[in-house]
């Protein structure tokens, strides 16, 4: 089985390249089907997310041509089927986002329910309550949503909880409605204001995304576009928190300083050094960090994305700190894991009471998500000895060459297949 071996106890130092963020990008394929021109998409990440979903999208008919690592063009002109229905799309919560995308353009399409990482119950209510509010049927039947309209009429629509993805559903599929369609209490995330950046260049016409208040005045038609993608908040956030767990000095370039204000807000407050230029972050960690409280909130307070990684560098720190999840109910499922290696915390209903301890020590752990199993890798960097992190399917859903560019910063992190292998690794960074 694949697994990062990583020994731990080494400061990372130097700089790293964020690359696109896989939350826009998701969005952004999905949107690119909605013109029958071609769309030329750049800094795409290349992670499994978003392979899986170009996959999906070709399944149907769509062309795509890679023109190089990060750069993808899109023709959506032949699409030959509203219908996507495959086991692989099932496991990309994302794949509901051709559900905006199709019924917007065809007003119709029928894809498989999603799942995605399992991080507690996520419903889609909202999403559905948006599309029936643009004048579309939809039904949920032999595990499919289905979707139709015989026309689509702009609405005003009260999200009854703040929602990135019923956001950008609604958005996609209201950008060709007829009319105004008004999304009241919309998520602000910066993914959500890229998607509608992408769509206004490809002809739509969205006002006041990063806002709570997003009006979108439909076209009939989009039209072809070139668009670069943001750079990715969370890669980046991840990567400051390993500068503060590994006591390391870490530049995280080609980022949005202000997307990622939350994260160096926290780590300032618990002892970190923070540089900000124009597109680049420097988080320097020279001393035991202290406590502080964290609770996870849409845009702009801190991310859910990024809750297990702060609670591996508090667990860390003098004193008692208390994290509060707000956003899904199951992601402290990291905590018995990073028990293992040492730390001290309790969870009780959405809160994690995390006393620091002054060290991790190494141990075989299972990733249980994405994000979690970034931040045991993060803890394995930071910890003596050797540490295995199983179940590395999960983070390579999101982090592009996560253990090359955790290796440019000295890190010792080698992904293994065997025993064998595990035993080589150990040798050679004794
Ligand atoms: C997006 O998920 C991200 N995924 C998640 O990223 C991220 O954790 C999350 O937003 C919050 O920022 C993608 O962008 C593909 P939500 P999404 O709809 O859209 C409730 C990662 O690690 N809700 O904003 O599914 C829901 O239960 C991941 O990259 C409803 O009640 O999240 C949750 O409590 C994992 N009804 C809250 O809203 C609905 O119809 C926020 O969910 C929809 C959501």
Known sequence: MEQYAIKGGIPLVGEVEIGG????????????????????????????DTNVLLQAMQSIGAIVERVDRHTVKINGAHINSLTIEDDYIKKIRASYYLLGALLGKYKKAEVSLPGGCNIGSRPI????????????????????IATEAPKLVGSHIYMDVVTVGATINVMMAAAMAEGLTIIENAAKEPHVVDLANFLNSMGANIKGAGTDVIRIKGVEKLHKTEYA?????????????????????????????????????????????????????????????????????????????????????LALSEGTSIVTESIFENRFKYVDEL??????????????????????TG????????????????????????????????????????????????????????????????????
């Open 21 to 48: 963020a896989k939350n826009a990008a998701l969005a952004i394929l999905a949107a690119s089907i909605m013109t029958d021109e071609t769309v030329l998409v750049e800094n795409v990440p290349d992670v499994r």
């Open 125 to 144: 209510d909202q999403h559905i309550k948006g599309f029936k509010m643009l004048g579309a049927e939809v039904k949920i039947e032999y595990g499919l």
């Open 229 to 313: 993608i943001i750079p990715d908040q969370i890669e980046a956030g991840t990567f400051m928190m390993a500068a503060a767990v590994t006591k390391g000095d870490i530049t995280v370039k080609n980022v949005i300083p202000k997307h990622l204000e939350s994260i160096s807000a926290k780590l300032q407050e618990i002892g970190c050094e923070i540089e900000e230029s124009d597109d680049a972050v420097r988080v320097v960690s020279s001393k035991r960090l202290t406590h502080t409280q964290v609770k996870t909130l849409p845009y702009p307070g801190f991310p859910t994305d990024m809750q297990p990684q702060i609670a591996v560098a």
């Open 339 to 360: 028990t293992r290696m040492g730390a001290d915390i309790k969870v009780e209903g959405n809160t994690a009471i995390i006393t620091g301890v002054t060290k991790y």
């Open 363 to 430: 141990a075989s752990v299972t990733a249980p998500d994405l994000r979690a199993g970034a931040a045991l890798v993060i803890a394995g960097l930071g910890a003596e000895g050797y540490t295995t992190v199983d179940d590395i399917k999960y983070i390579e859903r999101g982090y592009e060459d996560f253990p090359a560019k955790l290796q440019g910063l000295g890190a010792h992190i080698e992904k293994v297949e065997t025993e064998k292998d595990f035993r080589k690794f150990q040798l050679e960074v004794v």
